[in-house]
Every structure is written in C-alpha cells, then in structure tokens.
C-alpha cells in the first residue's frame, strides 16, 4: 500500500502494472478507486474486477472459467464425488469460493473442502483426510510449491484419484519440482504452450511465437504463464495511450474500455464497461503433463 501511494502521489505515474499475486491486488483495488489511477492486476481472483470498478482491471483469465473447464472434464469422466484444497491466500480462498458455488451446476458432490498453510512442506496428514473419504478426484488451487507436494505425497499414499489443479500450475517448474509424480495432472491454461502449434488463423500465434522466442533468448528458460500476464498489461496501457492520444490518467482508463480484438498471451482481449477483464472461456485449453512436459490434453 505504501509503495503504490508512492507511484501515485509522489511518481504521478499513468497506471500501475500488477500486483501478480490475488491477495495484494485486492488490498489495492479500492486505493486506486479513489486515487483514479488505473491497476492493471496480473492476477487471478475474480473479486479483482467483479464487482467492476472504474479504474481496475486484469489481464489473467477467470477463476470461474477454469472451474468450469475442470468440471466440464469430470463431468465427461463420470467423476462427481471431489475434494477440493486451496492455500490460505487470496487466489487460494477465492478459487475454493468458485469451486464451491459452480459444482450443483455440474452435479459435483464435493465431500471434503480443506485449506492450508501457503508455506506448508508436507500435504501427508490433509491428504490422508481426502484418501478416507474415497474421492474420486482432487482440485488443487494454489500457487506456491505445494502444487508440487500435492503431487508428490499423493504418490506416497498411493492415492489414485485424478489430480486436477488451478491455472496457477502453469509454470514447468513445478512440474520439475513434482517429478514423477507429476504425470497425468490435468489443468487449465493459456495458449502460450501451443504457440508453435497453433493455425496460422488463431489471432494470438504471431505474439505468441513472438514473445516465446524473446523470452527464452533473453532468459535461456522456458516462459510461464504469469510474465504473459504482465506483458499484456503493459501493452493495454500502451495500446490505451495510442487511443486516447494522451497520459491524461482519465482518458487512458477510458481508452481501455474501447479495447477489442486485442490479442495477448492470455488470449483475444475485449473490454467493455462491465467487463474489465475482457476474455472468455475459450481464452483457456486443457493440458496434461506427459513425460515431464505440458500437452494439449484432448
């Protein structure tokens, strides 16, 4: 908070890119409501832009989408007894949240709902709570390393439940950090890992091969999802300024809602007054993690 009243009274900037995380973003959204400086979260939670406020926006998609890509997939899969875990943050409560209110839709039956330290290093003693109730499948929403722990100690106990986790999973490095364990984890995310192997005609493969090829030049790694989020940002502020032809803070977040067909890493931005998110549904794929690696999950 002391650090964005800075950027904002002292910097005098035109917008603020970030936080990345749910938690810190919802702590600002009302301190740029009544400053009237446009936040363009890099995070996740729902509650950032829902409900809308004027001058806050996010670039990641939905919590409610990638609920509903889960139990679109369970539902195909006859799976309807869950369990669901969530970090004791604010991506994590808040997916929880969605979880919850979107699974009479799909029929979900969800037996055991628990949530945990955000710094844990050992899962064994909740997981062995979720192996007792039988559930056929498990939902993991959170961003720390407990979604490589997960995997791992659900290994040990020798759980057979499907493991699904949130769009928070896209980072290779937790499959890393998961080894074996992580193989047939099935969650939602972004194109950015089917940049090579999109058609020509998918509006966001030109940017997406693009930003792949810079990122793993100048960082000799392989991108995640969550530096996608802030380079879209920045290019909405910038794509903002060229609309409105001014850094007049007022016309810039003005500009924003004028913003269609914009395509990002995230998928095809459209925004609108209500809408301060500006994605949909098919902004997400399912993926599965075979042979170490992310794969369209069909």
């Known amino acids: ?3 964005t009243k800075q950027l904002i009274e002292e910097d005098k900037v035109v917008a603020i890119i970030g936080p990345t995380t749910s938690g810190e973003s919802m702590k600002l959204k009302e301190l740029c ?11 996740a939670a729902e509650g950032i832009v829902i409900p809308v406020a004027k001058y ?5 998609q939905k919590d ?5 890509w889960i139990y679109e997939d369970m539902k195909k899969k006859g799976i309807k007894k869950i369990g669901i875990a969530g970090s004791n943050t604010g991506f994590g409560n808040g997916g929880l949240k969605q979880l919850k209110d979107i699974a009479p839709e799909y029929g979900m039956d969800i037996i055991i709902s628990e949530t945990y330290d955000s710094k844990a290093t050992d899962l064994t003693a909740l997981l062995t709570k979720f192996q007792a109730k039988n559930v056929e499948a498990i939902v993991n929403w959170s961003i720390e390393p407990a979604q490589s722990i997960i995997a791992k100690n659900m290994k040990q106990l020798k759980m057979t439940a499907q493991l699904y986790q949130s769009h928070g999973f896209g ?8 080894g074996d364990a992580a193989e047939g984890i099935i969650f939602p995310c972004g ?4 940049a090579e192997k999109l058609p020509d005609s998918d509006p966001t493969k030109k ?3 693009d930003y792949v090829t810079k990122y793993k030049a100048k960082f000799n790694e392989e991108p995640s999802t969550f530096g996608g989020h802030a380079y879209d940002a920045l290019n909405i502020v910038v794509e903002a300024i060229k609309i409105a032809k001014s850094t007049d803070r007022a016309k810039v977040r003005d500009a924003i809602e004028t913003i269609n067909n914009f395509p990002g890493t995230a998928g095809v931005f459209n925004f609108t007054a209500e809408d301060h998110n500006g994605l949909d549904m098919d902004s997400f794929k399912m993926f599965i993690v075979k042979d170490g690696k992310f794969e369209l999950y069909e």
């Open 1 to 3: 908070i002391s650090l």
């Open 33 to 43: 409501e009544q400053a009237q400086v446009t936040l363009i979260s890099c995070a």
């Open 56 to 60: 806050v926006f996010k670039t990641p």
């Open 64 to 68: 409610s989408f990638a609920v509903k």
């Open 171 to 178: 980072n290779i490095k937790y499959v890393e950090a998961a």
């Open 191 to 194: 194109r950015m890992f089917l």
């Open 207 to 209: 940017l997406l091969v």
